[in-house]
């Protein structure tokens, strides 16, 4: 089994930081990319921020210049830096994870519980 532990989120007021963490556990072959996916009740969900094994990263417009995500590819794990937070960044955030298991050789995609953040005066 594969799980994708999240933490990090919480209440902050605008222009506040969060960084957000996602580890994948499990019987793990390697994990081809790693990033985070935003929803609010009732809308879609929206890509924030995904890097891949090689270190190329996409970004959604709106949180170029705020957001940035990293990863340890020792440890199995993605973060998020948020800064400058905004009443619009508030939602549930996902992790979300493209690896093999052991024993496979396609990639396949996993999901996070989602860590909501909320931001607030």
């Known amino acids: 089994q594969v799980h994708l532990a999240e933490s990090g989120g919480g209440l902050v007021e605008p222009g506040e930081s969060l960084r957000l963490s996602c580890v994948a556990s499990g019987n793990i072959r390697g994990v081809v990319d790693m990033g985070w996916y935003r929803q609010v009740e009732g809308n879609q969900r929206e890509l924030v921020a995904t890097m891949n094994l090689s270190g190329s990263k996409k970004l959604a417009d709106s949180v170029k210049g705020r957001f940035a995500i990293s990863r340890d590819n020792i440890n199995k794990a993605a973060y998020l830096q948020m800064n400058n937070l905004n009443a619009d960044d508030t939602a549930v955030y996902y992790c979300?994870?493209?690896?093999?298991?052991?024993?496979?050789?396609?990639?396949?995609?996993?999901w996070g519980q989602g860590t909501l953040v909320t931001v607030s005066s």
């Open positions: 979300n994870a493209r690896l093999v298991i052991e024993g496979d050789i396609r990639a396949r995609e996993f």
